[in-house]
């Protein structure tokens, strides 16, 4: 008798559980509780490009070329963003990663120095260009009320260049170079409903740096609405510059732009 006693609660709360976990879900929350302390999201940037480059060697200086009309590299990739952040008090660390790559097949129809290598007019050219960008900001609220969020920072930042290149005639060559550079950061995020946010984000430098030029600006416009304060769907437009001028490779001004959607969780 004296076990079905301890069994018969014992049931009714295992049955009482998920209701109370539905409620705990759909309670309101208070500011930094549950969903305000760690993020990610993922999303799918759909972006066009438009750019060119001029690839020293140790002899010759390069000759610029463009990426679509030169190389006959695609216009338009489909991205994927990466974002984890995490947030205490007024301060946040935010952490994005994004993989753009692109190949090209065609005919040469101008010629071109790249890396001490002459590419001759008229041969088949195959070409492959990855750049990968890894970001770090430290971002800190300067003004956090109930309808708009306003703050600054500061990143550290760097894109991986590969650029391959196959010709019939003149053969292989490549550039794989790593570009650090700082960046200034601001956000404004405008919070009109509960759970439904429009963010702006601007992120970039203009500096000279142990003979490294850069001139870069990342900017981004992003809305969301978070279900139960923890799943997120957003959308956004996004346009990434990076000119960088080297004095050990050259010059490589590229510029992505283009709408995404995606997915994020917050705990």
Same mark, same amino acid.
């Given at each position: ?37 760690? $993020?990610?999201?993922?999303?799918? @940037? ?10 020293? %060697? ?14 006959? =590299? ?10 984890? @952040?995490?947030? @205490? ?32 007019? $008229? ?9 990968? =960008?890894?970001?770090? !900001? ?8 109930? =309808?708009?969020?306003? $703050?600054?920072?500061? %990143? ?34 405008? !919070? ?6 429009? !963010? ?10 142990? %003979? ?56």
């Amino acid at each position: 008798m004296k076990s079905r006693r301890i069994c018969r609660p014992l049931s009714n709360a295992l049955v009482s559980l998920p209701l109370a976990l539905v409620l705990l879900c759909a309670a309101p929350t208070p500011a930094l509780a549950l969903g305000d302390w760690i $993020g990610a999201e993922g999303s799918y @940037w759909h972006q066009s490009q438009d750019g060119s480059a001029s690839i020293d %060697g140790s002899i010759l200086n390069g000759t610029t070329f463009d990426f679509h009309d030169t190389l006959g =590299l695609d216009k338009t990739d489909n991205t994927v963003m990466g974002r984890v @952040w995490f947030r @205490w008090s007024k301060t946040r660390l935010v952490f994005d990663y994004f993989d753009s790559s692109r190949s090209g097949d065609t005919t040469l129809g101008q010629s071109f120095v790249f890396d001490d290598k002459l590419y001759t007019a $008229g041969q088949n050219l195959k070409s492959d260009l990855d750049v990968k =960008l890894l970001q770090g !900001k430290f971002l800190f609220s300067i003004a956090d009320l109930k =309808l708009v969020d306003v $703050g600054l920072g500061l %990143g550290v930042n760097q894109a991986k260049i590969k650029m391959d290149l196959n010709g019939s005639a003149s053969g292989q060559a490549s550039l794989d170079q790593s570009v650090p550079y700082p960046t200034l950061a601001a956000y404004v995020t405008i !919070k009109p409903l509960p759970g439904f946010h429009i !963010k702006a984000e601007l992120n970039g430098v203009q500096a000279t740096v142990s %003979g490294t030029h850069v001139d870069i600006i990342d900017a981004r416009l992003q809305a969301e609405m978070y279900v139960a304060h923890v799943l997120g769907f957003f959308a956004g437009y996004r346009q990434f510059r990076f000119d960088v001028t080297d004095k050990d490779f050259g010059s490589v001004n590229n510029t992505y732009k283009g709408p995404y959607i995606g997915l994020g969780v917050k705990f």
